[in-house]
């Protein structure tokens, strides 16, 4: 557990910032085609 905290923490910050960039992408994209 302790060899899988350094490497699964990185990880997992990358997949949220990519879920949350792709969601503020989709975001802008129906407000600017309102």
């Given at each position: ?30 407000l600017?085609?309102?």
């Open positions: 557990m302790n060899l899988f905290l350094p490497v699964g923490t990185p990880v997992v910050i990358v997949c949220m910032r990519i879920v949350w960039h792709q969601g503020m992408t989709f975001t802008n994209v129906r600017g085609h309102r």
